[in-house]
């Protein structure tokens, strides 16, 4: 049974940083793809950005590009969301989410919350002064 969990979230200052994980179990890493999503209140559940662990890279949404990254522990199992420069508009729960098995049109259709086959259970960040 594939779980993700994650963890990290917190309430921080406008400017500062803050990094989530994400521990996937059930599944080995090494050729999936981890997405991560956001859902602010009273908004949608928006795309932030995606991993395709059998090559490494990487996808943003515009509004995060050059702020967040994403980085990956194989040996650990676990994915990051590194996240910096933080704005008020960051605030939102943020969830982990798998694509067991990516198409090779992944880099296309990453943001596609359908296209996931499990997901986390979400954790805060707000940013707030």
């Known amino acids: 049974q594939v779980q993700l969990v994650e963890s990290g979230g917190d309430q921080v200052q406008p400017g500062e940083s803050l990094r989530l994980s994400c521990v996937v179990s059930?599944?080995?890493?090494?050729?999936?793809?981890i997405g991560w999503f956001r859902q602010a209140p009273g908004k949608g559940r928006e795309g932030v950005g995606c991993?395709?662990?059998?090559?490494?890279?990487?996808w943003y949404t515009a509004s995060v590009k050059g702020r967040f990254t994403i980085q990956r522990d194989r040996a650990k199992k676990t994915v990051y969301l590194d996240m910096s420069k933080l704005k008020p508009e960051d605030t939102a729960v943020y969830y982990c989410?798998?694509?067991?098995?990516?198409?090779?049109?992944?880099?296309?259709?990453?943001?596609?919350?359908?296209?996931?086959?499990?997901w986390g259970q979400g954790t805060q960040v707000t940013v707030s002064t």
């Open positions: 991993i395709d662990n059998s090559d490494g890279n990487t």
């Open positions: 059930g599944v080995a890493l090494n050729y999936c793809a």
């Open positions: 989410a798998i694509i067991k098995y990516p198409p090779p049109t992944i880099g296309t259709v990453w943001d596609s919350e359908y296209r996931y086959d499990d």
